[in-house]
């Protein structure tokens, strides 16, 4: 009943494109890491990007090459929905501000746990930015104990973490699909 579909950084896991799970003319697919990595740049210059998982590999890309940031990725073995294992890839975070990039947060555990293992790896500081910013529970309580200071999202679910406007890019696409 409808031709377009326009979302923020799909969780797709089994998929490739949204166009596999919403068959329509136009599927168009924005991301939050651009204007993220926007605000990384100004808050934290040459910040160290890191995703807590090689899901996450795409967004921190997108964000580093905009940049010119160094990234990596953790490996994540998830034990269930509350528990998983993280291993930090080979990186020298040692005096430097890393932030942990991806696109959603909802207990904060898998980010909490990357944070605590970069700050026992030396990282001066750990911040977090997210797209979608789900944050269940004491999600937020959990990361700032395990060490992370500032935590940004973009406003595509309202919190007060929101740092990031998607107004423009949503309005852009729009137009977009509306000139056909």
């Known amino acids: 009943l409808f031709d377009a579909v326009i979302t923020v950084d799909p969780h ?4 490739d494109r949204l166009e596999q799970a919403i068959p329509v003319p136009q ?8 204007p993220l990595a926007d605000l990384i740049a100004q808050r934290r210059p040459n910040a160290f990007l890191v995703g807590p998982d090689g899901e996450s590999a ?6 580093a090459t905009r940049h010119g940031f160094d990234h990596a990725v953790c490996t994540k073995v998830r034990h269930g929905d509350r528990h998983v294992a993280i291993e930090l890839p080979a990186l020298n975070a040692q005096g430097r501000a890393v932030v942990l990039l991806d696109d959603m947060a909802s207990t ?8 605590r293992l970069l700050l026992q790896a030396g990282a001066a500081s ?3 930015a997210v797209t979608h910013a789900l944050f269940a529970g004491n999600a937020l309580q959990v990361l ?9 999202s973009t406003d595509c679910i309202p919190h007060p973490s929101n740092a ?17």
């Open 58 to 63: 795409q967004w921190i890309a997108q964000a």
């Open 12 to 15: 797709l896991h089994r998929i």
């Open 164 to 180: 990031v406007a998607m107004a423009g890019p949503l309005a852009a696409a729009v137009q977009s699909v509306l000139r056909g």
């Open 126 to 128: 750990v911040d977090v």
């Open 144 to 152: 700032h104990e395990a060490g992370v200071g500032e935590v940004w």
């Open 108 to 115: 904060g555990r898998t980010l909490a746990l990357a944070a």
């Open 27 to 34: 599927a168009v697919v924005l991301s939050g890491a651009e």
